[in-house]
């Protein structure tokens, strides 16, 4: 439970300062969203507009958990503490700090075209707030459908009996459930490879360790060490968060 509070909280910051990249957004929200006076007609679609961004910045965590690649970084981090053997090391708090900051990372692009498209045009007025988010889900449902394995489409497409005949027309949820059942697939998948060479690590020294007849000699004992050495000369976190970066289509 705390570490789902911790989450939350760190998902809907951090997030918060993803999307809204510029100093002076703070004051400039702060103003138009202040700014109402009583008795003007616009009071009461400017009320449901506050609600509609409140009630978005709430589900925050669970548009970081779907429409991004943090499933897939999380897990493949989550399955390399596994293989490595050390299940408190490091802890599930940095684990989760890590594969936010890399999504982050990876989503700036994404963000930015967000940002530019759909939120400067309605904040000088141009774009009403429905236009607004249409605007905005089309690079986040563009980068959803990139990523996403084409039989992952289809299956979701199937489930919700629509018919696709280009990448532009798979709809919001379908991009959704294909994109995070593609990360979720692809992130075990690289868990697997990674877990099996340090599985080869395990048999070698029980191995030793029988025919030196050190059969009451743990052999975790002897092969963390080596699995942590080993993984740290192949290149550790470093190597892994690169290869899950130039994974991503953006």
Do not use: W
């Not at 700014?35 to 709430?58: C, H, K, M, P, Y």
């Not at 489409?153 to 379908?174: G, Q, R, T």
């Amino acid at each position: 439970m705390k570490n789902k509070i911790l989450f939350s909280l760190l998902s809907t910051f951090l997030f918060s300062i993803l999307f809204i990249n510029t100093p002076a957004f703070a004051a400039e929200t702060t103003d138009s969203l202040i700014n109402l006076q009583v008795g003007q007609s616009g009071d009461l679609s400017s009320s449901v507009e506050i609600f509609a961004i409140i009630t978005l910045l709430s589900f925050l965590p669970a548009i970081v958990i779907t429409m991004t690649c943090y499933v897939k970084i999380v897990i493949v981090l989550s399955l390399t503490r596994q293989a490595l053997g050390v299940m408190t090391a490091p802890p599930n708090q940095v684990i989760t700090g890590l594969a936010l900051i890399v999504t982050m990372f990876v989503m700036a692009p994404v963000a930015q075209n967000i940002y530019n498209d759909a939120y400067l045009p309605y904040k000088d007025g141009k774009a009403s707030f429905e236009e607004t988010v249409g605007i905005a889900e089309k690079p986040l449902k563009k980068f959803m459908v990139d990523n996403a394995d084409e039989n992952h489409i289809k299956m979701a497409a199937k489930l919700a009996d629509v018919k696709i005949d280009k990448k532009e027309d798979v709809p919001f949820l379908v991009a959704t459930l294909a994109n995070i059942i593609t990360q979720t697939q692809d992130a075990l998948g690289m868990g697997v490879l990674i877990m099996a060479a340090f599985v080869v690590i395990d048999m070698i020294v029980a191995a030793v360790l029988m025919l030196l007849g050190m059969i009451m000699l743990p052999p975790n004992l002897i092969s963390l060490p080596i699995k942590i050495i080993t993984f740290l000369a192949a290149g550790g976190y470093e190597l892994i968060i690169e290869i899950l970066v130039q994974g991503i289509k953006v």
